[in-house]
């Protein structure tokens, strides 16, 4: 399971206060780091800048994330201090990640942070994120479907994903008051690095409203793709604009600023993920149509439901049912789906598909028990 953003402050924390408060930062790290790796940082005399930069190229992927936090555990003034058994704990979730990583295929994950949140059919988004991960001309996915159909939920398949293969989603959640300013500023959050004191737009042009949105789009997404973490920008609920919003002007602007820094950059463009973006929606700047990829969700039927238990329940049999019959699987599969089905009837104001993932979750954590 990922660490938290507030645990990655943990760690940087730990790394200030009890490995780079040093006047060589270099020869610190040279015991625990290869050193191509630690050349490359550009540390300076400021430990808390130091650790900072530590940290954000150790997340670029799952191993350097391991060997960083093996790192911590091993420093002497940690290991006597309470903070270990948190840190030792980091490691053991991570050491996991990776272990899911080398072994199973993260576009095929059923089940999300650390076996504790099911992600349920979408075989179609799986396959369509597999060919725009891995496809320089694409920089924009857009997810279709009803209400309640589980396009938002996308988001969170999206941060399984991102851990392995290196990118990192900032959502957006709209609303019919969003105006662009607030839009941007959320995102500029995201991308800057809180320390740095930049402001939130460029201060020029902020006069003319049309030119300083332009500016500030172009400033957004130019942060993003000089950033040492690769970004994919995520708007999510985009049918709760307003029709007459300015944001579908912002939305049109960031799709062709993202295209244009893609042409000049390549992979280190962010990326733009419009959840609840619809065909019938404004259509976006015409130099963008052929970097789209499409995504419709839909309601999970009773069969999409029998296929995800059946699929997890044969594969990762608890140490009970190892010798078990396929046959005494088949009718756990069978039970799950009954009672999973008649717990989403149960209306409790979440959404439809929140109480069906809700009900799956603890059906996977009884059968886990066994």
Known sequence: MPLRETEWESVTTWLERYLLNVVDPYTQLAPYFDEEFIAALPLGNISSHNARVLVSASRRDIQRQVKLIEVVTTIDEIRVRPEFGEAAEFLHRLREDARIHATQDPFGTRVLKGGTEAFIDREDLRETLRRFVVDPEKSVLLVDGEPDSGRSYTYHFLCHVGQHRGFRPARVTLSRTSTPRQVLQRLAGFVTDPQAGTQPFPSSALNDPLLSLDDAVHWVVGLATSSDLHFWLVLDECDKLDPHSDVWDLIGQLALAIYEHAAV??????????????????????????????????????????????QLFHESRPARLDDADPAEIDGFVEEAVTEVLHAAQDDDGESYMRRLCTATEKAIDVYRSF
């Open 265 to 310: 950059h390549g992979d280190r463009a962010p990326r733009l993920v419009l959840l609840g973006y619809g065909r019938a929606m404004p259509k976006l700047p015409n130099d963008v149509q052929s970097s789209l990829c499409w995504d419709t969700a839909r309601i999970v039927e009773p069969d999409d439901l029998r296929r995800f238990f059946d």
